[in-house]
């Protein structure tokens, strides 16, 4: 019983969080509407942003959500998110997004999905183009399938470098990357058991 009751009480502070989000969300906007009438464009673009930062927010919250439990005998650290735009790292991705999972040889294996990613656009680049990446100096990239995406492996073992770009959707971006060579085993696994469609379906 008083596990319930610690369950109902958190439950309601869950939704207590969600309405006083919604509440300044819709607040900001009828705020920025009754400055706008009034000529008062300051005021309705500053009502705007604290809007988007309250929006973005909730965008974070529905893609955290959507990492994969760690697989079988891996651990993970708690998912992260942060609006870039915030911090003046707009021209890097929107929002990003990351976990670190911890597979059994001790090793780590960490996914970020960005939205809106410049670096997607260059890779898509790549797929279409794989002579392009021998050209800018790129090495140990082939094109290749994932979470039914086209995606980019990179395996550059003098750098201690193995990654996989999933180039999802349309301004979706999911990268994998490790630390050892026997990592790109662990990112394909993680790979198939990530539902890279839902991810896209909330930025897209």
């Not at 900001?28 to 973005?56: C, F, H, M, P, R």
């Not at 180039?167 to 085993?185: F, K, P, Q």
Request: glycine share 8%.
């Amino acid at each position: 019983m008083r596990t319930l009751t610690c369950v109902a009480a958190a439950a309601l502070v869950v939704l207590a969080a969600g309405l006083a989000l919604a509440d300044e969300v819709t607040d900001a906007i009828g705020q920025a509407g009754s400055a706008y009438a009034a000529n008062d464009y300051k005021e309705a673009s500053a009502q705007l942003q604290t809007a988007l930062i309250g929006v973005n927010q909730r965008l974070i919250d529905l893609l955290l959500q959507e990492f994969p439990d760690p697989p079988d005998g891996w651990t993970a650290d708690e998912a992260e998110g942060m609006d870039a735009s915030l911090i003046g790292a707009s021209m890097f991705a929107g929002l990003v997004m990351s976990r670190v999972y911890h597979p059994p040889n001790e090793s780590s294996i960490e996914m970020t999905v960005a939205a809106n990613s410049p670096a997607l656009a260059m890779l898509r680049a790549f797929v279409g183009n794989p002579m392009l990446a021998a050209m800018s100096g790129e090495s140990g990239m082939s094109q290749v399938t994932a979470c039914g995406y086209d995606a980019v492996e990179q395996e550059d073992a003098e750098n201690n470098s193995f990654d996989l770009h999933i180039l999802a959707g349309n301004a979706t971006l999911i990268s994998l990357s490790g630390r050892v060579a026997e990592d790109m085993d662990h990112i394909r696994t993680l790979a198939e058991a990530t539902d890279c469609k839902g991810f896209v379906e909330v930025v897209e």
